[in-house]
C-alpha cells in the first residue's frame, strides 16, 4: 500500500514536471520566435468609395464593415493599383505595376496565359515562408495549364476563373442588359444579347476541378462564407500561420443578392447585393475574431471603381465626380483614371496592433498590400527587381502619415497604349497627360485626348477634378516641374527593371469546359 502510494505520488511529479518542461519550452520558443500573424485580404470588385456607411453619410447597408473601421483604421485616400480586374489584381498580388509585371488589361474566357509566370505571388513567397496559403473568388490572372491559381501559390483554391458575368447561368443575376439563362435559344445571342457570354457556361473550380458549370450565383456567397470559416477554424489544427485572400464576386453584375427580388426594384437589388456583401465580411470577421482574434490582420478593399455603365445596378462615386471629363460626355469610372475609377474603400483591422476608430489620409495603393504583408511576416521579397508598392507599417501599426510621395494611375482602359502612365499623383496634384472616359449610365463616352500641356487638378480643393489649375500660372509651373521630375524617374527605373510580358493570345479550346459534349459545357448530372 504504502509502496504503490509512493510511486503513485513520485509518477505524479514526474508528469507535472515533464509538462511543466514542456510549457516552460514553448514559452522560450515564443519569445525567441513569436508566431507569424494570419492575414486575411477581402478585395470587393467593382465597388464604389460612396457604397460604404463610413465614406459616405447616410449610406447604412454596411455595419458590418463600419463596425470593423470603428474598431480598426479607414483610409480616405487609398487606390486601386489599376482601374480593371486583371492589372488591378496582378499588381496586388506581385507589388508591381502592369508596366512591370506585364498584365496591362484584362484576360478572357479563352486567353491561353495569364500573369508571367516568372514573376511572383504574395501567395508563392508566404508558402514558402510555411504559411497555409488559400484563395476563394475571382481570379483573374489566367486560368490555362500553369497560369491557374492552384499553381501560383495556393494550397486551396475555390472560386470563379473570371469575372462572374463571363459565362451564362441556369438563373441568370440582374444585369444590364438582362441575360438570358444557359440553354436560352441560342440564335438569340445574336439578336440584342450581344453583351453576354452564351457560349461557356460559367464554371466554379475547386483547386483544379471544374465542380459546378454552370454554377449557382444565388448561393455563391453563401458557399464562399462558409469555405472561408472553415479555413479559418482549421488553422490551429494545421499548426500553421494562414494567408486567406477572398476576391468576392460583390458588386460586379449580375448582382444575385441570395433573396427574390423583383427587377422593378432597382436601388432595392444593389443594396440587398451590398448588404450580402457586408454580411460575408461581417462573418469573415466573426470567425478570425472567435478563433484567433490577436494574431490576424483583416485588410479590405476594392480592385477598382463603380461600373457606371450599369446604371441602377452600380456603386457609387461619392464625392469624386470627374466634373471636367463628365461636362465632356462619359463618366468617372471604372476604366478610367479620374479618382471615381481608383479610389476604392478601404480599412484594416488587427485587435490590440492597428489602433481602433482611426483614419489615415496618406496617399496608400493596393500595390502595398504586398510589400507590407511580407515585411509583417518576416519575410523577404524576391530581389532581381524593383516594386511599386511600399511597406506601410509604420502608418497601419504606429500612425506615421507617410505614404507615397507620387503614385500613377495606368491606363487600363479600353482604348491607347494599355499601361500608360496616364495619371500622376503627386502630394495633392494630380496631371494628366491622356484624359477619356468609360460609358456612362445611357449616355456616350467621352473621348480618349492627348492633354499637352497636361491637366493638373488640385485634388485639395477640388476633389470632384473639376477646373484645372491655369496653365499660364507660376503654381502650375512650378508642380508640373516636379511631376515631371517624378514622371522621368518612375520611367527610367522601368526601362532599368526586370519587365515581364504577358501573352494575350486566345484560343477558344482552352476555355474552361465540364463536358466538352455538351453545348454550353454543362457539367454531367450537375446541378
Ligand atoms: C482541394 O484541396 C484540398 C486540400 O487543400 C482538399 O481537401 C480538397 O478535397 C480538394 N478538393 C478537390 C475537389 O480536389
Ligand atoms: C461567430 O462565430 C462563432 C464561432 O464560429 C459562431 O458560434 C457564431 O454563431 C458566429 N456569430 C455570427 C453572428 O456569425
Ligand atoms: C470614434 O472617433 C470619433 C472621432 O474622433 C469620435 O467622435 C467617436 O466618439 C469615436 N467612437 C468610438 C466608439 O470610440
Ligand atoms: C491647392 O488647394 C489648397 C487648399 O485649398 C491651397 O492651399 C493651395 O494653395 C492650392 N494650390 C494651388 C496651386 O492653387
Ligand atoms: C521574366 O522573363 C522574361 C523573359 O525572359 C524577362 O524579360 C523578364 O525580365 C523576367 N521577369 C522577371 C521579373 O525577372
Known amino acids: 500500500m504504502a509502496v504503490g502510494f509512493t510511486l503513485l505520488l513520485l509518477s505524479g511529479a514526474l508528469l507535472s514536471g515533464v509538462l511543466y518542461h514542456v510549457t516552460m519550452h514553448q514559452q522560450v520558443q515564443e519569445k525567441t520566435s513569436p508566431r507569424k ?3 486575411i485580404i477581402i478585395l470587393a470588385d467593382d465597388i464604389g468609395w460612396g457604397d460604404l456607411g463610413m465614406n459616405q453619410a447616410g449610406n447604412n447597408h454596411t455595419p458590418f464593415l463600419d463596425l470593423m473601421a470603428l474598431e480598426g483604421m479607414r483610409f480616405t485616400d487609398f487606390h486601386s493599383p489599376a482601374s480593371t480586374c486583371s492589372p488591378s489584381r496582378a499588381a496586388i498580388l506581385t507589388g508591381r505595376h502592369g508596366l512591370r509585371n506585364g498584365v496591362t488589361h484584362n484576360f478572357a474566357v479563352g486567353s491561353i496565359a495569364g500573369l508571367p509566370l516568372n ?3 504574395m501567395a508563392e513567397v508566404l508558402k514558402a515562408a510555411g504559411y497555409y496559403t488559400a484563395m476563394i473568388g475571382k481570379w483573374h490572372l489566367g486560368h490555362n495549364g500553369p497560369y491557374h491559381p492552384s499553381h501560383r501559390g495556393f494550397d486551396y483554391y475555390l472560386g470563379i476563373p473570371y469575372s462572374n458575368d463571363m459565362g451564362c447561368t441556369d438563373s ?8 438570358p439563362p444557359c440553354d436560352h435559344d441560342r440564335l438569340m445571342y445574336g439578336k440584342g444579347y450581344g453583351r453576354c457570354f452564351s457560349k461557356v457556361a460559367l464554371p466554379l473550380y475547386e483547386n483544379l476541378s471544374i465542380v459546378e458549370q454552370p454554377l449557382d450565383l444565388w448561393t455563391l456567397a453563401e458557399r464562399y462564407t462558409q469555405t472561408a470559416i472553415r479555413i479559418i477554424r482549421s488553422s490551429r489544427e ?9 476576391a468576392l464576386s460583390h458588386m460586379h453584375v449580375p448582382l444575385s443578392p441570395g433573396v427574390p427580388l423583383a427587377q422593378e426594384d432597382p436601388g432595392l437589388i444593389y443594396a440587398t447585393s451590398l448588404r450580402e456583401m457586408d454580411g460575408l465580411v461581417g462573418a469573415i470577421k466573426n470567425a478570425s475574431d472567435y478563433y484567433d482574434k490577436d494574431n490576424t490582420l483583416i485588410w479590405f478593399t476594392g480592385d477598382n471603381g463603380p461600373w457606371t455603365q450599369k446604371c441602377q445596378f452600380s456603386g457609387s462615386v461619392g464625392p469624386f465626380l470627374g466634373k471636367w ?9 471604372k476604366r478610367t483614371t479620374w ?15 492597428i489602433p481602433a ?20 511576416a518576416g519575410v523577404q521579397a524576391p530581389s532581381h527587381r524593383h516594386y511599386d508598392g511600399v511597406d506601410v507599417t509604420d502608418v497601419l501599426l504606429h500612425r506615421s502619415k507617410t505614404g507615397h510621395k507620387s503614385l500613377c494611375h495606368p491606363n487600363s482602359g479600353a482604348a491607347g497604349q494599355f499601361g500608360d502612365l496616364q495619371t500622376i499623383r503627386l502630394g495633392q496634384y494630380k496631371a494628366f497627360y491622356i484624359t477619356g472616359a468609360a460609358d456612362a449610365c445611357g449616355g456616350g463616352s467621352g473621348k ?3 492633354q499637352n500641356p497636361p491637366l493638373i487638378f488640385n485634388l485639395s480643393d477640388d476633389e470632384e477634378e473639376s477646373s484645372p489649375l491655369d496653365s499660364s500660372s507660376k503654381e502650375y509651373a512650378a508642380v508640373l516641374e516636379q511631376v515631371q521630375t517624378e514622371r522621368d524617374m518612375i520611367l527610367q527605373d522601368i526601362a532599368e527593371d526586370h519587365v515581364s510580358h504577358a501573352d494575350y493570345t486566345v484560343d477558344p479550346s482552352v476555355a474552361p469546359c465540364c463536358n466538352p459534349s455538351h453545348v454550353t459545357c454543362r457539367c454531367q448530372g450537375g446541378s
Open 238 to 246: 494545421r499548426g500553421k500561420p494562414f494567408f486567406l485572400y477572398v
Open 172 to 179: 441568370p443575376g440582374f444585369d444590364l442588359p438582362s441575360c
Open 339 to 353: 479618382e471615381g475609377g481608383h479610389r476604392v474603400p478601404t480599412v484594416t483591422y488587427w485587435p490590440g496592433k
Open 37 to 39: 500573424p494570419n492575414f
Open 357 to 376: 476608430n482611426t483614419t489615415s489620409r496618406a496617399l496608400l495603393s493596393g500595390l502595398d498590400i504586398f510589400p507590407t504583408v511580407l515585411s509583417l
Open 119 to 121: 514573376e511572383t505571388t
Open 448 to 450: 480618349q485626348e492627348v
Open 325 to 333: 471629363q463628365t461636362d465632356r460626355g462619359g463618366g468617372s469610372a
